[in-house]
């Protein structure tokens, strides 16, 4: 089924799974003098403006013999102190319990032939297995699975650690693939040329080393490859900065170079634009500019590269019977002179659009400012459309005949996701969940509009008496900033509950209703609240929502996040003394400006895989690939933007910070752990407490098995425990 993720969207959608994954104490009368409590002024002591005034740039060595005693020190300090708890123990288990329970729902990818491939790990299959069955048997109750990769015994029989990152198959009957193999959990993978009748590799069959090269099929014998296999083909992210056409034989070196980009890019990439019967219809190059800018090209059979009309900021989404569906993130005129907004969804009849690119487009959807489409999917002959209103979701089914639509008949009032689709029929799979309503799977036909229940997630924790409340928090440009609480709702409003706030505030990536067991035994059943921040920066409301905290304007998300605690505080639904921060990735930055700048509104702070260092961003491995959304700290004026909020420069003596969990892995080649690293060096150079603790694998998700994930959260809760319900400010 042809599908378009760019990195953009790809990185989005990892980050909102991560965040489903991963999961204050002043009195009202107090809150006023909070308020105007903001310890947000410029750095002034010069602490690592340049590079020569940072005495932590050692701690940016991945792997050295200096960096891996500091590493080890402070592992056994943060293990000792977490893992002797009495509690660490019985939240490990109960972490593990869940994440291995067999009764989860296992995902669904269609496939041709009636069947459907799985990824699954669990107590035997720590690594996981690639397994199928067919939709009969998906849909009964006791489903019969054959395996067709055991990613346990490849890395026994390899002596390697191998994690599964995916598969690309040659359409359209998938008998060939492309597996992705990673080492530890990084983003940069091997590829290897697999055959899923004969369930091995293929002798003598493709094969690349490892890199963050990007490999797609044109047919059985041609691979279109995005190549970043050498410094001199990477962009300064560290992404693919030419594009091959590589024949069965030839090596990389000897594939000719169709397309070259420039260093500056962010990557270049490409693919093969198919129909639902795995026709290649065009091949198309996009110079991806910055994170969320590109040009795109058409690669045609002579050869030559010719230029696309498409919005910079979007692009193509899908092709549907004939209609070549696209979106754009910017306010855009078309060729025909026709206007379309931000966030708008339209289509072209393809091959008219394809001989001439001046025709007209029909408009599909035109989002208000509080809905916004979160994911797009076709099958056969449908459109299928994730449409949110004030962070509610509801699915919708579009006819490309007159793009007239129906509402398929789910629950309300709930998160919404659509899963795999079918290329031969118009069948698809979409998910149902809530902070307090178990995932449901419905298999549902949009030719028909019927959707019925294949699967449904048991209760993982003990929801009674617990409710889900949306309020909304007044940030301090009087934006108005919703925001979920999940709690007991006989929880005294007396400022005495342990809260745990979540966010993540960043690269468009939307915090939906989910439901999460870990969340929910963890931390919930005990006694906790579970806040989640809906701020600018993110895709609840579309692309505006995100633009409006992109650069110079990011310091908006992080006050969107100090107002959602304010208001906690103001509420009495928490106090300082019992408030907690959460967050990873961008969502770590998020964090470390809320200790820098708002220290007394909070008693704990989770710091996961974070950005830290604003002002070296840029230099650390895909770093530079976020120039679009922060800015570049290599001009003086957006390197000022950034200065005004970089944790790192900002980390203070006097600042009344609570011990903060900061927590990294050796092997995240996308946030450098040197962020980790340098943030913890900081903050105990200056007097503060601070446990820190480093995965030697696990990559960006900080867990490469089950297990790792497991031991993530105990630690988490732990120090939750700790910090929120033992009411102990000194801990």
Same mark, same amino acid.
């Given at each position: 089924?042809?599908?378009?993720?760019?990195?953009?969207?790809?990185?989005?959608?990892?980050?909102?799974?991560?965040?489903?994954?991963?999961?204050?104490?002043?009195?009202?009368?107090?809150?006023?003098?909070?308020?105007?409590?903001?310890?947000?002024?410029?750095?002034?002591?010069?602490?690592?403006?340049?590079? $020569?005034?940072?005495?932590?740039?050692?701690?940016?060595?991945?792997?050295?013999?200096?960096?891996?005693?500091?590493?080890?020190?402070?592992?056994?300090?943060?293990?000792?102190?977490?893992?002797?708890?009495?509690?660490?123990?019985?939240?490990?288990?109960?972490?593990?319990?869940?994440?291995?329970?067999?009764?989860?729902?296992?995902?669904?990818?269609?496939?041709?032939?009636?069947?459907?491939?799985?990824?699954?790990?669990?107590?035997?299959?720590?690594?996981?297995?690639?397994?199928?069955?067919?939709?009969?048997?998906?849909?009964?109750?006791?489903?019969?699975?054959?395996?067709?990769?055991?990613?346990?015994?490849?890395?026994?029989? @390899?002596?390697?650690?191998?994690?599964?990152?995916?598969?690309?198959?040659?359409?359209?009957?998938?008998?060939?693939?492309?597996?992705?193999?990673?080492?530890?959990?990084?983003?940069?993978?091997?590829?290897?040329?697999? !055959?899923?009748? @004969?369930?091995?590799?293929? *002798?003598?069959?493709?094969?690349?080393?490892?890199?963050?090269?990007?490999?797609?099929?044109?047919?059985?014998?041609?691979?279109?490859?995005?190549?970043?296999?050498?410094?001199?083909?990477?962009?300064?992210?560290?992404?693919?900065?030419?594009?091959?056409?590589?024949?069965? =034989?030839? +090596?990389?070196?000897?594939?000719?170079?169709?397309?070259?980009?420039?260093?500056? !890019?962010?990557?270049? &990439?490409?693919?093969?634009?198919?129909?639902?019967?795995?026709?290649?219809?065009?091949?198309?190059?996009?110079?991806?500019?910055?994170?969320?800018?590109?040009?795109?090209?058409?690669?045609?059979?002579?050869?030559?590269?010719?230029? #696309?009309?498409?919005?910079?900021?979007?692009?193509?989404?899908?092709?549907?019977?004939?209609?070549?569906?696209?979106?754009?993130?910017?306010?855009?005129?078309?060729?025909?002179?026709?206007?379309?907004?931000?966030?708008?969804?339209?289509?072209?009849?393809? @091959?008219?659009?394809?001989? !001439?690119?001046?025709?007209?487009?029909?408009?599909?959807?035109?989002?208000? @400012?509080? *809905?916004?489409?979160?994911?797009?999917?076709?099958?056969?002959?449908?459109?299928?459309?994730?449409?949110?209103?004030?962070?509610?979701?509801?699915?919708?089914?579009?006819?490309?005949?007159?793009?007239?639509?129906?509402?398929?008949?789910?629950?309300?009032?709930?998160?919404?996701?659509?899963?795999?689709?079918? !290329?031969?029929?118009?069948?698809?799979?979409?998910?149902?969940?809530?902070?307090?309503?178990?995932?449901?799977?419905?298999?549902?036909?949009?030719?028909?509009?019927?959707?019925?229940?294949?699967?449904?997630?048991?209760?993982?924790?003990? $929801?009674?008496?617990?409710?889900?409340?949306?309020?909304?928090?007044? &940030?301090?440009?009087?934006?108005?900033?919703?925001?979920?609480?999940?709690?007991?709702?006989?929880?005294?409003?007396?400022?005495?509950?342990?809260?745990?706030?979540?966010?993540?505030? =960043?690269?468009?990536?939307?915090?939906?209703?989910?439901?999460?067991?870990?969340?929910?035994?963890?931390?919930?059943?005990? =006694?906790?609240?579970?806040?989640?921040?809906?701020?600018?920066?993110?895709?609840?409301?579309?692309?505006?929502?995100?633009?409006?905290?992109?650069?110079?304007?990011?310091?908006?998300?992080?006050?969107?996040?100090?107002? #959602?605690?304010?208001?906690?505080?103001?509420?009495?639904?928490?106090?300082?003394?019992?408030?907690?921060?959460?967050?990873?990735?961008? =969502?770590?930055?998020?964090?470390?400006?809320?200790?820098?700048?708002?220290?007394?509104?909070?008693? $704990?702070?989770?710091?996961?895989?974070?950005?830290?260092?604003?002002?070296?961003?840029?230099?650390?491995?895909?770093?530079?690939?976020?120039?679009?959304?922060?800015?570049?700290?290599?001009? $003086? *004026?957006?390197?000022?933007?950034?200065?005004?909020?970089?944790?790192?420069?900002?980390?203070?003596?006097?600042?009344?910070?609570?011990?903060?969990?900061?927590?990294?892995? +050796?092997?995240?080649?996308?946030?450098?752990?040197?962020?980790?690293?340098?943030?913890?060096?900081?903050?105990?150079?200056?007097?503060?407490?601070?446990?820190?603790?480093?995965?030697?694998?696990?990559?960006?998700?900080?867990?490469?098995?089950?297990?790792?994930?497991?031991?993530?959260?105990?630690?988490?809760?732990?120090?939750?425990?700790?910090?929120?319900?033992?009411?102990?400010?000194?801990?």
């Amino acid at each position: 089924m042809f599908r378009i993720l760019s990195r953009a969207a790809a990185y989005r959608t990892a980050a909102a799974t991560a965040a489903l994954l991963l999961g204050a104490g002043l009195p009202a009368a107090a809150s006023a003098q909070a308020a105007s409590t903001n310890i947000s002024a410029a750095p002034t002591s010069g602490f690592a403006m340049t590079d $020569a005034t940072d005495p932590y740039l050692w701690l940016e060595d991945i792997d050295s013999p200096r960096v891996n005693e500091w590493v080890a020190e402070h592992n056994a300090k943060s293990l000792g102190t977490l893992q002797s708890d009495p509690r660490y123990e019985g939240l490990y288990n109960q972490a593990l319990n869940i994440l291995q329970s067999r009764d989860r729902i296992p995902s669904a990818g269609l496939t041709r032939g009636g069947k459907i491939d799985n990824f699954w790990q669990d107590a035997e299959h720590v690594r996981g297995i690639w397994r199928r069955t067919t939709i009969e048997s998906y849909n009964s109750e006791n489903p019969v699975w054959e395996t067709i990769l055991d990613i346990d015994a490849l890395s026994a029989a @390899e002596g390697a650690n191998w994690v599964y990152k995916g598969s690309t198959c040659l359409p359209p009957e998938g008998r060939y693939c492309l597996i992705s193999l990673s080492d530890g959990g990084k983003d940069a993978t091997v590829e290897r040329e697999f !055959d899923t009748v @004969e369930r091995k590799f293929v *002798e003598g069959g493709f094969s690349f080393p490892e890199s963050k090269s990007g490999i797609s099929w044109i047919d059985r014998d041609t691979l279109l490859v995005s190549d970043a296999f050498t410094d001199a083909n990477q962009t300064t992210s560290g992404y693919s900065r030419v594009v091959r056409v590589l024949k069965r =034989g030839q +090596t990389v070196e000897q594939a000719p170079i169709v397309y070259e980009g420039q260093r500056d !890019d962010m990557s270049i &990439s490409a693919y093969v634009l198919r129909d639902a019967d795995g026709n290649a219809k065009a091949t198309f190059i996009n110079r991806a500019t910055d994170f969320y800018s590109r040009e795109t090209f058409e690669l045609k059979a002579d050869g030559s590269v010719v230029p #696309v009309p498409l919005p910079a900021k979007g692009g193509i989404t899908a092709l549907v019977a004939g209609k070549l569906v696209v979106s754009t993130d910017e306010d855009w005129t078309a060729p025909s002179g026709q206007s379309f907004k931000t966030g708008d969804v339209f289509a072209y009849d393809f @091959e008219a659009w394809k001989a !001439d690119k001046s025709v007209q487009a029909q408009l599909i959807i035109s989002p208000n @400012e509080r *809905e916004a489409v979160e994911s797009i999917r076709a099958t056969r002959n449908k459109l299928v459309v994730a449409l949110y209103e004030n962070v509610r979701g509801s699915v919708y089914v579009y006819d490309p005949a007159d793009w007239s639509r129906t509402r398929l008949d789910l629950p309300q009032n709930v998160t919404v996701g659509i899963g795999s689709t079918s !290329d031969e029929d118009d069948r698809f799979f979409t998910s149902v969940s809530g902070y307090l309503t178990p995932s449901t799977l419905y298999f549902a036909d949009a030719a028909t509009g019927q959707a019925a229940v294949s699967k449904s997630l048991p209760a993982k924790f003990d $929801a009674t008496g617990m409710i889900v409340e949306q309020h909304q928090a007044t &940030s301090k440009d009087g934006t108005l900033i919703p925001y979920f609480v999940v709690r007991k709702e006989d929880a005294p409003l007396d400022g005495s509950n342990p809260t745990l706030l979540y966010g993540y505030g =960043g690269f468009q990536s939307s915090l939906l209703p989910s439901y999460s067991g870990t969340i929910g035994k963890l931390w919930l059943e005990r =006694g906790g609240i579970y806040v989640i921040a809906n701020t600018r920066g993110g895709g609840e409301f579309g692309p505006r929502w995100h633009q409006a905290a992109l650069q110079q304007n990011r310091q908006r998300a992080h006050e969107d996040f100090q107002a #959602v605690a304010q208001d906690l505080i103001t509420r009495q639904i928490t106090s300082q003394p019992h408030l907690g921060i959460m967050g990873g990735s961008q =969502g770590g930055l998020f964090m470390g400006a809320m200790l820098t700048q708002r220290p007394d509104l909070i008693n $704990a702070a989770i710091i996961q895989v974070p950005l830290f260092d604003m002002l070296r961003f840029h230099k650390l491995l895909a770093g530079a690939s976020w120039r679009g959304e922060y800015g570049d700290p290599d001009i $003086a *004026e957006q390197r000022a933007w950034i200065a005004e909020y970089s944790p790192y420069q900002r980390l203070s003596a006097d600042a009344p910070y609570p011990e903060v969990f900061i927590h990294t892995s +050796t092997k995240d080649d996308r946030v450098h752990p040197g962020h980790a690293r340098k943030a913890a060096a900081r903050l105990e150079e200056l007097g503060h407490e601070v446990l820190f603790y480093e995965n030697t694998d696990g990559g960006h998700a900080a867990g490469a098995n089950l297990r790792e994930t497991a031991r993530r959260q105990a630690l988490e809760y732990t120090y939750l425990t700790r910090r929120l319900m033992d009411n102990a400010q000194d801990k």
